[in-house]
């Protein structure tokens, strides 16, 4: 696949809502509620694949939502972890390593989105938080946050990976990586779990993804789960000196039927999982979770707000 240039990206329309999506299955598996509501209310959606190769979810689903009015696709085309580097050929190599080739592909994916968000004018931006450390997520997740400053009148939300997400304590592990600082309001939300809780599902996402392979693998992997959950007990949420945070949930009990469909039955651990997560967010049988990016602090200590908020977000 080659990459996206300016003739592609000349061709994109203005939108309401823009969703970037590391591979062809993330924003699908993580933010499919959204995207049905958003697109059942006749916003103008945009959704950009940053890098190649194909995901674990249903292509037949994602087509036919690409398909329906109002949505665009942009593929850039960058080249997935293990096209880049024979170091992504393993779970420690996609979650601790960081090559001299990304830096590449993170400075055309800051250029291209921020030319996107100057020509579409999207005013609520979808990004990945970044869960599990895969490496593509890392720079998805970079690239969008320098490409998409808070302010200039747009909100940015920061949406938790599927399957990533259901781990219990995985979310906070990657609040912690970031450094989120949270409002006491929205402390509990940021899901703690026990080590041995972790360290039972750390698998289930890479796994899934096809990342981790056989038991061997898994045992290898876990001092690494280990390490990284004990690194996260430092962090305190009103502490932290990275981004302000603010827990939406979108609750759609209403559209689970149609959220299948667009990413395919999943597997039936996955499945029950992704109940307890829902219980657990959104007291639903069917909920996702995303973190709104506020302004910094005021100098005078006060707190600044967002300039537009949307409505799932005001429900809240």
Same mark, same amino acid.
């Given at each position: ?36 509501? =958003? ?8 959704? *950009? ?24 696709? +942009? ?22 390593? !960081? ?15 921020? /030319? ?34 808070? #302010? =200039? ?10 399957? =990533? ?14 450094? @989120? !600082?949270?409002?006491?309001?929205? *402390? ?5 779990? $026990? ?21 061997? /693998?898994?045992?290898?992997? @876990? ?10 007990? *430092? ?26 469909? +667009?990413? #395919? ?14 219980? @657990?967010?959104? !007291? ?15 100098? /005078? $200590? ?13 429900? *809240?």
């Amino acid at each position: 696949m080659s990459e996206a240039g300016p003739s592609e990206v000349g061709k994109l329309e203005a939108c309401d809502s823009l969703y970037v999506s590391p591979h062809a299955d993330d924003v699908f598996l993580s933010c499919g509620a959204r995207l049905l509501s =958003e697109q059942a209310r006749g916003l103008k959606i945009l959704i *950009v694949t940053l890098f190649g190769g194909e995901g674990g979810s249903s292509a037949a689903g994602r087509a036919r939502f690409l398909s329906r009015p109002g949505v665009q696709h +942009l593929e850039v085309g960058l080249p997935a972890a293990p096209a880049r580097d024979p170091a992504y050929s393993t779970f420690r190599g996609l979650t601790l390593g !960081r090559q001299a080739v990304d830096e590449g592909c993170l400075g055309r994916a800051v250029e291209l989105l921020a /030319d996107i968000a100057h020509r579409t004018r999207a005013r609520e931006v979808y990004v990945p938080l970044g869960i599990g450390h895969h490496i593509d997520h890392r720079l998805a997740h970079e690239a969008s946050r320098a490409a998409f400053p808070r #302010g =200039e009148g747009r909100n940015v939300f920061l949406y938790e990976e599927r399957p =990533e997400a259901f781990v219990p304590g995985a979310v906070r592990v990657r609040l912690s990586q970031v450094g @989120a !600082r949270l409002p006491p309001a929205a *402390v509990e939300s940021a899901d703690r779990a $026990g080590l041995a809780r972790f360290l039972v599902r750390f698998h289930v996402a890479p796994a899934f993804r096809g990342d981790l392979k056989g038991w061997g /693998d898994r045992l290898r992997s @876990a001092a690494l789960a280990a390490r990284q959950w004990r690194e996260s007990r *430092v962090w305190h949420p009103l502490k932290g000196f990275g981004p302000r945070l603010q827990p939406v949930v979108h609750a759609a009990p209403e559209l689970q039927a149609e959220v299948r469909e +667009l990413t #395919g039955p999943l597997a039936s651990s996955l499945e029950r999982l992704g109940r307890s997560y829902s219980e @657990a967010v959104g !007291r639903s049988v069917y909920a996702e979770r995303y973190w709104l990016l506020l302004p910094p602090r005021e100098a /005078d $200590g006060l707190e600044s707000l967002p300039a537009v908020v949307g409505q799932e977000s005001r429900d *809240v």
